[in-house]
């Protein structure tokens, strides 16, 4: 099915099933510890030997010589994989670096061995007595002594470097008020709970991977682009996966290296990274430096805006487009955006929730902040002001497909309470705690990507939906399975969901918060190609008949769907392919945050008192779900203000704190209180079911909020994150 028109009405209007709070479906097998992850596919891969990998210790360089002979004597060992033995292998189109490094050595971490063993405890153990001899060179391992040198990025990443409308110098240089500022934001690491895990088995020259991954389809492809093998001989199996926040995007070290080990020596192998290999050995959050310029009169309605951004990557990676979202959310004719990518030896730097936006709108949400104070206007005042219905690079022929960002500003200060915060910083006491009130915008793009789907019904009216999906622990089962439900007319636990199998259908995965508008779309395609057979069978016209209460109908007449299905069930699959909608309208998520914060007056420890926001994403698919995605993204934008920093050691090239004991991240503790609250929106322009992505929202712009909140507390802009109490103090 193309969607290529805006939807009109169909059966997800009726909103029996689609829009519910329902429960999530996976729920009881996960709390019960019933879901098999990667790792522990014992069932299915008994007999598992355990890889161990080995990463290296310098970042870049040379391997001169790798001495395998103790750890090859060691208990246990069954086989040790190395550059040297691995055969020749080809490379994914997805990674910056190759996942098995040596003789070069791209960074640090790099795995360059794998130490398979009977047992875990043999494996590492083993992986001790591994001699190898590294010739070390000279590498860039710090973005602001390279950003002199940082250059255009190379086209292909998804994004143009440059834009640019009007004249920004010019107007710049007129407008009443300015601002003129830099951010900085560090390297981050997705420290999702479930860390990077494969199984492997062959059987014969076929390779089946249990793996925790985003996206099967592309792990396909890259596994069969690295083995060199056909795609028809490569399965890959994710059915429940332990968050991925961007990090399992790609297929990484641990299923290329299972795959070899299993095939080395003969029977499954199992290999996840321990801790602290993820930050080195895996993808992170690049670190950015932002200028933003704000020209304004002085009622605070901008005239020129530019924001320029430079971060840094491996040789052939990519920039952090960090200056998307001010492409598109305030006005001013006069507009810039660039992107500068410095090369730099460190792990390879890649999505992370929200890629651009979560940074990006850590600076521009700062600098409108100060560009309300320098005009003393109100800082949500500010933001309604400078509100635009079109893309304001484009101009008014693009509009926005939907946009609810002035109700979200509005509706976000009432519930709030808003109107009771001090306009002059450090104003308000409690105890020993300044107290201050901050907001931010939210805004994140909404993407759309192809997804496929199989249905089916057997003879009892069960239906069942399949398709590649991932669910990350965002609720993709349950919203696939409400869809369902709601277009066959039967109750959502009349239905069973199959993911993440490669058997099934290509999705459109789970990343860009994407995942939930678009693969639901596909479920829905395939539901009405299903309809479609089902009305046939009961001679009714398709467009005509009515599915409810597990019966096709038409007028008095009707048929029950298992009836219909017979002994062999009927099954239908499609495809929802986008076609230009995306091109003609921008497309985007909205939001405002709200955020109290206290800061003790003397040690200058910050607490986030309570937040709250107010979003506008399409139709709702769940409001349970969707409310936990957004506070927990609201969560992990706390993270981002206060704690999250990989820091970089800039003489050999690492991430210091790899482990969660140094790599600091907000506990529930830390968030007393989250109100979130959905606008009624449809969007009939982003997809059939009307819906947006909402998964990545609430992290852009809520960290701005705590930042806007700490200056409002104490007068202390901070521009360099995170906001940590030596930078208070
Ligand atoms: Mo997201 S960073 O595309 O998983």
Same mark, same amino acid.
């Given at each position: 099915?193309k969607?290529?028109?805006?939807?009109?009405?169909?059966?997800?209007?009726?909103?029996?099933?689609?829009?519910?709070?329902?429960?999530?479906?996976?729920?009881?097998?996960?709390?019960?510890?019933t879901?098999?992850?990667?790792?522990?596919?014992?069932?299915?891969?008994?007999?598992?030997?355990?890889?161990?990998?080995?990463?290296?210790?310098?970042?870049?360089?040379?391997?001169?010589?790798?001495?395998?002979?103790?750890?090859?004597?060691?208990?246990?060992?069954?086989?040790?994989?190395?550059?040297?033995?691995?055969?020749?292998?080809?490379?994914?189109?997805?990674?910056?670096?190759?996942?098995?490094?040596?003789?070069?050595?791209?960074?640090?971490?790099?795995?360059?061995?794998?130490?398979?063993?009977?047992?875990?405890?043999?494996?590492?153990?083993?992986?001790?007595?591994?001699?190898?001899?590294?010739?070390?060179?000279?590498?860039?391992?710090?973005?602001?002594?390279?950003?002199?040198?940082?250059?255009?990025?190379?086209?292909?990443?998804?994004?143009?470097?440059?834009?640019?409308?009007?004249?920004?110098?010019?107007?710049?240089?007129?407008?009443?008020?300015?601002?003129?500022?830099?951010?900085?934001?560090?390297?981050?690491?997705?420290?999702?709970?479930?860390?990077?895990?494969?199984?492997?088995?062959?059987?014969?020259?076929?390779?089946?991977?249990?793996?925790?991954?985003?996206?099967?389809?592309?792990?396909?492809?890259?596994?069969?682009?690295?083995?060199?093998?056909?795609k028809?001989?490569?399965?890959?199996?994710?059915?429940?996966?332990?968050?991925?926040?961007?990090?399992?995007?790609?297929?990484?070290?641990?299923?290329?290296?299972?795959?070899?080990?299993?095939?080395s020596?003969?029977?499954?192998?199992?290999?996840?990274?321990?801790?602290?290999?993820?930050?080195?050995?895996?993808?992170?959050?690049?670190?950015?430096?932002?200028?933003?310029?704000?020209?304004?009169?002085?009622?605070?309605?901008?005239?020129?805006?530019?924001?320029?951004?430079?971060?840094?990557?491996?040789?052939?990676?990519s920039?952090?487009?960090?200056?998307q979202?001010?492409?598109?959310?305030?006005?001013?004719?006069?507009?810039?955006?660039?992107?500068?990518?410095?090369?730099?030896?460190?792990?390879?730097?890649?999505?992370?929730?929200?890629?651009?936006?979560?940074?990006?709108?850590?600076?521009?949400?700062?600098?409108?902040?100060e560009?309300?104070?320098a005009?003393?206007?109100?800082?949500?005042?500010?933001?309604?002001?400078?509100?635009?219905?079109?893309?304001?690079?484009?101009?008014?022929?693009?509009?926005?497909?939907?946009?609810?960002?002035?109700?979200?500003?509005?509706? =976000?200060?009432? *519930?709030? +309470?808003?109107?009771?915060?001090s306009?002059?910083?450090?104003?308000i @006491? /409690? $105890?020993? &705690?300044?107290?201050?009130?901050?907001?931010a915008?939210?805004?994140?793009?909404?993407?759309?990507?192809?997804?496929?789907?199989?249905?089916?019904?057997?003879?009892?009216?069960?239906?069942?939906?399949?398709?590649?999906?991932?669910?990350?622990?965002?609720?993709?089962?349950?919203?696939?399975?409400?869809?369902?439900?709601?277009?066959?007319?039967v109750?959502?636990?009349?239905?069973?969901?199959?993911?993440?199998?490669?058997?099934?259908?290509v999705?459109?995965?789970?990343?860009?918060?994407?995942?939930?508008?678009?693969?639901?779309?596909?479920?829905?395609?395939?539901?009405?190609?299903?309809?479609?057979?089902?009305?046939?069978?009961?001679?009714?016209?398709?467009?005509?008949?009515?599915?409810?209460? =597990?019966?096709? *109908?038409? +007028?008095?007449?009707?048929?029950?769907?298992?009836?219909?299905?017979? @002994? /062999? $069930?009927? &099954?239908?699959e499609?495809?929802?392919?986008?076609?230009?909608?995306?091109?003609?309208?921008?497309?985007?998520?909205f939001?405002?945050?709200?955020?109290?914060?206290?800061?003790?007056?003397?040690?200058?420890?910050?607490?986030?008192?309570?937040?709250?926001g107010?979003?506008?994403?399409?139709?709702?698919?769940?409001?349970?779900?969707?409310?936990?995605?957004?506070?927990?993204?609201?969560?992990?934008?706390?993270?981002?203000?206060?704690?999250?920093?990989?820091?970089?050691?800039?003489?050999?090239?690492?991430?210091v704190?790899?482990?969660?004991a140094?790599?600091?991240?907000?506990?529930?503790?830390?968030?007393?209180?989250?109100?979130?609250?959905?606008?009624?929106?449809?969007?009939?322009?982003?997809?059939?079911?009307?819906?947006? +992505?909402?998964?990545?929202?609430?992290?852009?712009?809520?960290?701005?909020?705590v930042?806007?909140?700490?200056?409002?507390?104490?007068?202390?802009?901070?521009?360099?994150?995170?906001?940590?109490?030596?930078?208070?103090?």
């Amino acid at each position: 099915m193309k969607f290529d028109t805006p939807a009109t009405n169909n059966p997800i209007d009726r909103g029996r099933v689609v829009g519910l709070p329902h429960d999530r479906i996976d729920g009881p097998a996960k709390v019960s510890g019933t879901a098999p992850y990667a790792y522990e596919r014992h069932d299915v891969a008994p007999n598992a030997a355990y890889g161990w990998i080995v990463g290296s210790a310098i970042a870049k360089g040379q391997i001169r010589s790798i001495d395998l002979r103790a750890a090859e004597a060691a208990p246990g060992v069954l086989g040790i994989i190395t550059h040297q033995n691995a055969g020749q292998l080809g490379k994914g189109n997805m990674n910056t670096a190759h996942l098995l490094g040596g003789p070069q050595i791209e960074h640090y971490d790099q795995a360059v061995a794998l130490v398979i063993a009977d047992t875990f405890e043999n494996a590492r153990d083993a992986a001790e007595l591994l001699r190898i001899d590294y010739a070390p060179e000279r590498g860039r391992y710090d973005l602001a002594a390279e950003r002199g040198k940082a250059g255009v990025p190379q086209p292909g990443f998804g994004g143009d470097p440059d834009s640019k409308a009007g004249d920004f110098e010019g107007a710049f240089a007129k407008a009443a008020v300015k601002i003129d500022q830099h951010y900085t934001t560090p390297d981050q690491s997705h420290a999702m709970m479930e860390p990077h895990a494969t199984t492997a088995a062959w059987n014969g020259d076929k390779l089946t991977l249990w793996t925790a991954n985003q996206m099967v389809g592309w792990a396909v492809d890259e596994m069969a682009r690295t083995l060199k093998i056909p795609k028809a001989n490569v399965r890959v199996v994710a059915p429940y996966i332990g968050g991925g926040f961007g990090a399992k995007l790609f297929l990484r070290a641990d299923a290329l290296l299972a795959a070899l080990g299993a095939r080395s020596v003969g029977r499954p192998v199992k290999v996840a990274l321990a801790r602290p290999q993820i930050p080195n050995n895996t993808t992170h959050r690049p670190a950015t430096i932002q200028r933003i310029r704000l020209g304004a009169n002085r009622d605070g309605v901008i005239d020129a805006i530019a924001h320029e951004v430079w971060s840094g990557d491996l040789p052939g990676g990519s920039p952090e487009l960090a200056a998307q979202q001010t492409r598109q959310l305030y006005r001013g004719a006069n507009r810039l955006t660039s992107h500068r990518l410095a090369k730099l030896d460190l792990p390879e730097g890649n999505a992370m929730r929200a890629p651009g936006e979560a940074v990006g709108m850590l600076a521009l949400e700062v600098a409108m902040d100060e560009l309300a104070e320098a005009c003393g206007v109100d800082p949500v005042e500010l933001r309604i002001r400078n509100d635009v219905q079109y893309d304001p690079e484009a101009g008014p022929q693009r509009p926005f497909s939907s946009r609810k960002f002035v109700e979200c500003l509005r509706e =976000g200060a009432q *519930r709030f +309470g808003w109107e009771r915060r001090s306009a002059k910083p450090g104003q308000i @006491r /409690d $105890g020993r &705690w300044l107290v201050g009130m901050g907001m931010a915008a939210a805004f994140r793009g909404n993407l759309v990507a192809p997804s496929g789907a199989r249905v089916g019904v057997d003879a009892r009216g069960h239906v069942i939906v399949e398709t590649d999906m991932t669910d990350i622990g965002t609720g993709s089962y349950t919203i696939l399975g409400q869809t369902a439900a709601e277009m066959l007319g039967v109750p959502l636990d009349g239905v069973t969901v199959r993911l993440g199998d490669s058997r099934y259908p290509v999705s459109s995965g789970s990343g860009g918060q994407f995942g939930a508008n678009s693969s639901t779309a596909g479920v829905y395609a395939a539901c009405v190609a299903l309809r479609a057979k089902l009305a046939e069978a009961a001679g009714f016209p398709a467009d005509q008949a009515l599915f409810e209460d =597990g019966l096709v *109908r038409l +007028g008095n007449k009707s048929q029950k769907l298992g009836a219909l299905a017979g @002994r /062999d $069930g009927l &099954w239908a699959e499609d495809r929802i392919e986008f076609g230009d909608l995306a091109k003609r309208y921008a497309q985007a998520t909205f939001g405002a945050h709200f955020c109290e914060v206290g800061v003790d007056i003397d040690t200058a420890e910050v607490r986030v008192r309570r937040m709250g926001g107010a979003f506008a994403a399409g139709r709702i698919l769940n409001p349970k779900s969707a409310r936990s995605q957004v506070i927990g993204a609201m969560t992990m934008g706390v993270g981002a203000a206060l704690m999250e920093e990989l820091t970089v050691d800039t003489r050999f090239g690492f991430f210091v704190n790899h482990d969660m004991a140094e790599y600091l991240v907000p506990v529930h503790a830390d968030i007393p209180e989250q109100d979130v609250f959905f606008l009624d929106e449809l969007d009939d322009k982003s997809s059939p079911m009307k819906a947006k +992505g909402v998964g990545e929202l609430g992290i852009c712009g809520a960290g701005a909020a705590v930042a806007n909140a700490i200056y409002n507390a104490t007068g202390i802009r901070l521009r360099d994150y995170p906001l940590t109490i030596d930078k208070l103090l």
